[in-house]
């Protein structure tokens, strides 16, 4: 695997100006037909052996390529608030839109290398992280990410000449961090970890390139060729299914068929339940140690089923600072320019802090498989990507709550006239709203499915009669109660 | 100014109703009037005594208004990365767009109110705020984003009575937070300080509203009428002078005319020197002291002077983590939903970072101004705008550096036809540099005034020669080398 570049390969001047100057135009047709179709974004990856000269490829690229269309992504060690997200979030957050490019420093990768470059690496960490790194990656390519990782990399001797020249004179001399002088003791140990790492995670659709590093010129025009190749790459490769997260089969249940519609409660019950309830649940949310979670509710159910009002039966009881509501509608373009759940990741709540979605990722399998707005490959993967997703997310120490607000079609009906003959409620029902409800069985199938497939201990769904709101209401108050309660 | 509601009115529920009514249907056609006009955003500042039940504020709207288009902007004492950059970065980086409503809490006013209400108010202190708030307010409402500000209040009497109700009952007694109990002893002080901070900050196009609050009917009826008014009001106000930052007269001068365009350097000299310079700038970037700094980067000048050269000489010495470079365009969509300088304020640079911008803010006062962009009034009040925004940048600990590489006219020449020979540097030449160079007169005017107008001690403008790449590049990093060095 590293045969090649730790022969230290070079180039000459007279062999790299011609080839710098077809790749230079190459790289930037290949870059201007990429934003044309604005299909994909690329993201580049880079690693390697320290010294070996991977902070010259921003420059390289931004050179040789129109650098309004890059970005560098460069990540530390997490911190501050990154620790209160799972690791992936600030990933995601800094994703580039489809036609442009990213070069990654730090990435996914930076804590894997540094535990497979060990003494012992903890075996069953390392596979549990290249599982999660493969179906991250896995997921970026399908919806639209390209991935190409490179692994700079030269001979022991080379990089040891390379830091005796440099540290020889003033002028370069600052080249070589501190760190480096550290790291160059363990070349033997970084390489296995590279390999390691590099055998767990090669693909496909997200392949390991190794850079032969120890001549400027050959690194340039291996990095610039590597770089080429995927930009040329047309549509979406296939993925194998083992690197894809999935959901086994099973039997859908037909839980909303099931439910009982005509719980209630009466209204005096109600204000004082009420008022107890969002009392707890004020307790909770001001606690110490709810300071060290967060909480993510997710609302869905049919149109008219109350969600709004339930949300704000429960926003009752918080802190303006504590909670954000995010409405979830069709996605904008600059939301469709990146994969489906960014803009969810987008907005995930730091410790002590609580995010409220009213609609949510489950759209993708509801709105968008019934109105046939987006390929079955992608709904049908969906389930298990929003499994993961969630998994990720109560890892990191959110307590996630699903709600389906359930009425039946003449409750819905009752309230659509009710809404159409109010002066101020009129605005809540459109349409779409009426054309949904024709297509009342196959969201009841899409929702059972959902139901079925994503019901998990640590992101439970709890299907709430909704007939009466005022019992709705109490419901859902009760679970957040509960769980938070039971988590704190 | 608190008269009225002091006196504690009420609104009967037969008063109530039918107003409640009338006010939904009027707020909602005029939510739906300003999101299709989108000229505006409304940002409704939520402010007063405790216990006047400010929260109710956010389900109010949301429940009369369609949510949707409703963002809950709340904000407690700054931490964290709030702390590393000014202290109105966090409002304006959530700035709700054109046509959207966003509410306040714990708004600019909150530490102007902790102040003035403390027993020796530090007056020097609150006048500068103030000022700061009076010039941030009006510059919002000069580029579309209107507020209003709600000043909750009730009488001691009532205060009191309604914690002494609420506490009462375990339905309601979590309604009163412990910090509520304390601050109910500072009725007095807390009213004082409201009154000085409204006298100097009421406005006619950010105007306060006291909202009578001890009857819920009564609370809810008038904050409905003041944002159903606010809403109404069309076009931008009439701002006074004295609310808007300005610069006086000045004289200006012809600095592209007077600067020597011979400089330069030779190749062997530029190459030892270049790499001494970004010697000493890896040391400054990596020192301790710059963890506590930041660094503003701004290159302007002429086409093809060698901004993307000059900023690549100064990344080869940093850290890929350092840095961000944004190259600035013209706004997109999302970008004209805002304010000019929205976009600026959401890249400033966290503590022991670099900020690079390839073109800047100041094109409001070069490219939008000579291209007839934006309207006169706009780009004449964008000097004071930028040295405000520059002057807030400093005074929060960043280094800010302003270039402007200058080159003649038969220098550009030379290198426009360079350019379009070569296959991949044609990309740098489009019809519009050629149109801007035929308004090179015109450019130079605006940089010129530019210059005049916006050199100031906490943000310099370098003005280098450019017509020899390698010694603009040298004069770039020696000031680069020179402020962080100073500043350490």
New interface residues.
């Given amino acids: 695997m590293f045969a090649e570049a730790e022969a230290d390969p070079s180039l000459s001047k007279d062999e790299f100006k011609p080839l710098e100057?077809r790749l230079?135009?190459a790289l930037?047709n290949a870059q201007?037909q990429r934003l044309e179709k604005a299909d994909k974004a690329l993201l580049v990856v880079v690693a390697g052996i320290d010294g070996a000269g991977k902070?010259?490829t921003?420059?390289l690229l931004?050179?040789?390529m129109?650098?309004?269309h890059i970005r560098?992504l460069?990540?530390?060690p997490a911190e501050?608030?990154e620790l209160e997200r799972p690791p992936f979030w600030r990933y995601w957050k800094d994703l580039p839109p489809k036609g442009s490019t990213g070069?990654v420093?730090?990435s996914w990768y930076a804590p894997l290398l540094i535990e497979s470059a060990r003494k012992k690496p903890n075996q069953d960490a390392l596979e549990a992280q290249c599982a999660a790194i493969r179906r991250f990656e896995a997921m970026l390519a399908a919806e639209g990410v390209q991935i190409i990782k490179l692994w700079f990399h030269l001979s022991a001797k080379a990089q040891k000449d390379r830091a005796q020249r440099l540290l020889a004179?003033?002028?370069?001399?600052?080249?070589v961090?501190p760190v480096d002088l550290k790291v160059y003791k363990k070349y033997d140990r970084i390489r296995a970890g590279g390999q390691i790492v590099m055998n767990h995670t090669d693909s496909g659709h997200a392949p390991w390139v190794v850079i032969p590093s120890a001549d400027e010129n050959m690194r340039s025009a291996r990095t610039a060729e590597a770089v080429l190749a995927a930009m040329r790459q047309r549509g979406v490769p296939r993925i194998p299914q083992s690197f894809l997260a999935h959901s086994g089969p099973v039997r859908i249940v037909n839980r909303l068929g099931e439910l009982d519609y005509d719980a209630k409660i009466d209204k005096g019950d109600y204000?004082?339940e009420?008022?107890?309830l969002?009392?707890?649940l004020?307790?909770a949310a001001?606690s110490k140690k709810f300071q060290e979670r967060s909480l993510v509710l997710v609302f869905e159910g049919q149109d008219a089923a109350g969600k709004?009002g339930a949300i704000?039966r429960v926003?009752?009881?918080l802190?303006?600072?504590?909670?954000?509501?995010t409405?979830v509608?069709a996605p904008n373009s600059?939301e469709l320019s990146r994969p489906y759940l960014w803009r969810f990741w987008r907005q995930l709540p730091r410790h002590g802090r609580i995010a409220i979605f009213?609609r949510s990722w489950y759209g993708r399998v509801l709105v968008e498989r019934v109105e046939k707005l987006t390929a079955p490959a992608h709904w049908r993967r969906a389930y298990a990507e929003i499994n993961d997703f969630e998994a990720q997310l109560a890892a990191s120490g959110a307590i996630v709550l699903k709600f389906w607000l359930a009425v039946t079609a003449d409750v819905q009906l009752e309230r659509f006239k009710e809404r159409e003959k109010s002066?101020?409620k009129n605005?809540k029902i459109t349409p779409d709203d009426w054309r949904n409800r024709d297509k009342w069985k196959e969201y009841a199938a899409a929702a059972n499915e959902m139901l079925t497939r994503t019901d998990v201990a640590h992101a439970p769904w709890h299907l709430v009669s909704a007939n009466d709101k005022r019992y709705a209401r109490l419901q859902v108050l009760r679970h957040v109660v509960e769980a938070m309660e039971n988590s704190l």
């Fill in positions: 100057m230079r135009v930037l201007y902070g010259a921003v420059n931004n050179e040789w129109d650098p309004r560098t460069a990540y530390g501050g608030e070069i420093f730090g004179s003033p002028e370069t001399s600052w080249q961090s204000e004082s009420l008022g107890l969002q009392g707890r004020a307790r001001r709004g704000r926003t009752h009881a802190d303006a600072r504590q909670f954000d509501i409405p509608a600059y009213d002066p101020f605005f």
